[in-house]
């Protein structure tokens, strides 16, 4: 085989299986791919030993039969799971050269059924931005080039950016990810990939660096819907040591890809038709309802009344909690540590020094919501509407809708630079079709549409019923099949 990074996850599955190719091979293989790569800057730490070790061990147990449903096959971590002796750095200074001791259950379930780890992946500090810009450790350069621009750094969308860049530019055959707001499926979107956010509960977030506890989950990030279904098989289950994780049976998603779509109703939500959205956003949303109508699917308009208050509830919601759980980090137990005059001053010099001025800016807005006099009139009406935005999916599953179709984004990956710098509720306003997806604790997968006049990737987003992943990943395997072909971006780093 000529270039074993090309292949798809299933495809290198089905080799390795054979015995076409080992997994050694298949490891050297993406660790060349990533050697060359580092100007994309997509891993904050590789671990090549590590990832040649669990090949051979890989090799063995096909050899003996005894072969994981992922056995050999090469992924990224985001660098927001704890990783068994594998610094683990959120992508912020504060928390130094954290090592853990432990492994997140979802990180663990994916070695447990065979998984070569190939490295931790860069993203926004703490989850927390829309580009990959707000990393400590520099921003990631998606692999996708503007037409007409080659000299723009475009960016791969955030916060799971090294997650979408690497597997857009071949570096590895899926990775993992995390979705607060749309930290998923945006990347997913603007690289290209195919991003799930599961039901909230599907995944453990056991191990996982909290941003915001009620909206955090875990997910995956491929290249196509079935390497998507084949991981997600893998991430999911029941963990005791999450007491939101469902105890419910995990299904085996591929089989759902080709399943007919026939009657299926799909329903349109005529809020997300928003003022000044472009009309090459709004052409790619009417052409993906034309791909599901012609697999045989049942399109029907929808209300979501309470849409157009998600983005500022969400970011009154998420802030708060990210306040609450970033409390920990005070320079005592671990991570980075500036000496102080007393232990007030100790506190305040180390999280002015390791937290970047977006974490900041959240704690910030999260602290003052939840204060005394402000509780009430910011958090609890959050609260209350969060509620209204769930009962608007209820109200339409109930009436017969199996899945939402939606963009996945407003707009094409920009770059560097380009959004956010002087106001930053220009970056938030790109997770303006997915939040309410992480505020009703539904699953939503974005799937790629096809290319935009400037040469980059589209996404349609479609929203599911809680724990109905199976039909979202047979809907998107139709846009899937529908959409045109385009090629990932030819390696211009190396």
Known sequence: MSDLTHLSLADARDALTSKKISAVELTKAHLSAIESARILNCFITETPELALKQAAASDERIAGGQAGPLEGLPLGVKDLYCTNGVRTTAASRILDDFTPTYESTVSGNLIRDGAVTLGKLNLDEFAMGSSNETSAFGPVISPWKRKGDPGAKIVPGGSSGGSSAAVAAHLCLGATATDTGGSIRQPAAFTGTVGVKPTYGRCSRWGIVAFASSLDQAGPIARTVRDA?????????????????????????????????????????????????????????????QWLKDAGAEIVEISLPHTKYALPTYYIIAPAEASSNLARYDGVRYGLREPGRDITDMYEKTRAKGFGPEVRRRIMIGTYVLSAGYYDAYYVRAQK?????????????????????????????FAQGEQGSTDPVEMYLNDVFTVTVNMAGLPGISVPGGLAANGLPLGLQLIGRPFDEETLFSLASAIERAAPNFDFPQPWWR
Do not use: C, N
Not at 239 to 256: L, Q, R
């Open 229 to 289: 279904a084949i991981l997600l098989r893998s991430m999911a289950g029941h963990d005791p040591k999450d007491t939101t994780s469902v105890d419910a049976p995990v299904p085996d998603y591929e089989k759902a890809i080709g399943a007919s779509v026939k009657g299926r109703r799909i329903g349109v939500p005529k809020e997300y038709r928003l003022d000044g959205l472009s009309a090459e956003i709004a052409g790619l949303w009417d052409q993906g309802v």
């Open 385 to 413: 509407v969060r509620s209204l935005i769930k009962r608007d999916f209820d109200e339409a599953f109930a009436a017969g809708v199996d899945a939402v179709l939606t963009p996945a984004t407003p707009s094409t990956a």
